[in-house]
């Protein structure tokens, strides 16, 4: 079993929808859950982190842990044509002297105009 | 300049050639560390160097050198490649402790 599970898609929805993208994980030792996205010939920025259970809100992004289901999810509202872009999910432990992030294999979402 | 450097953006070489990926960081970081993007695969991780020692080498082909001379600056040796290592290398940096990395925009690599 991967230690962190994410559907590839690709994702189409219209502009102004609202998108959920979802990981799961196994490894019960991950204490910090990230979003990162990742433009086409870019390198991945990190969107959101978050460290317990439950919501985060950043303007138009939704992040939200449940560690008891070990499964993590981010939510874009109004979605723009400019959020369109592969997002990674993330999680990371502490590794001897650095924290060691695990990523996903990134879902691939595009938003129509 | 700002945030994480990468050059070359491409490089195209041969199996026998020998060349070097460079990353640098001007965010004061002082861990730094190579990851490997292939299509429809995870990143992997490849070498961490925190504090300016390597604390993993995640089973890379000694083919891949990393060289960490100061905690802004990454290199990554290669030599005698194969067709099956073209990707995407990517270098990102952070705090040693800390779990939000940041990237640089990638070198693609295309082994011919």
């Known amino acids: 079993q991967k230690e962190v599970e994410q559907d590839p898609g690709p994702l189409s929805v219209p502009e102004g929808a609202i998108v959920s993208l979802n990981c799961t994980y196994s490894?019960?030792?991950?204490?910090?859950f990230m979003w990162y996205r990742q433009y086409s010939r870019k390198g991945p920025e990190l969107l959101m982190y978050?460290?317990?259970?439950g919501n985060k809100e950043d303007g138009r992004f939704t992040a939200q842990v449940d560690k008891s289901s070990k499964y993590i999810s981010l939510f874009i509202r109004d979605s723009q044509p400019s959020d369109s872009a592969t997002y990674l999910c993330?999680?990371?432990?502490?590794?001897?002297?650095?924290?060691?992030?695990?990523f996903g294999i990134g879902t691939k979402l595009q938003v129509i105009p | 300049e700002t945030g994480v450097t990468q050059t070359p953006r491409h490089l195209v070489m041969g199996m026998t050639n020998k060349k070097s990926l460079k990353c640098e960081q001007h965010?004061?970081?002082?861990?730094m560390y190579w990851y490997k993007q292939s299509a429809k695969k995870p990143l992997e991780l490849m070498f961490v160097?925190?504090?300016?020692?390597?604390?993993e080498n995640n089973s890379v082909p000694s083919r891949f050198s990393p060289e960490c001379p100061n905690s802004s600056h990454l290199f990554l040796h290669l030599h005698t490649l194969q067709p099956e290592d073209s990707a995407l290398y990517l270098c990102?940096?952070?705090?040693?402790?800390?779990?939000?990395?940041?990237f640089g925009s990638g070198t693609r690599l295309t082994v011919v």
């Open positions: 990102a940096s952070s705090q040693s402790r800390g779990h939000g990395y940041t």
């Open positions: 965010l004061g970081h002082n861990a």
């Open positions: 490894n019960s030792a991950f204490q910090y």
């Open positions: 978050t460290y317990s259970s």
């Open positions: 160097y925190s504090l300016e020692e390597r604390v």
């Open positions: 993330a999680m990371s432990a502490n590794s001897g002297g650095y924290q060691k992030v695990t």
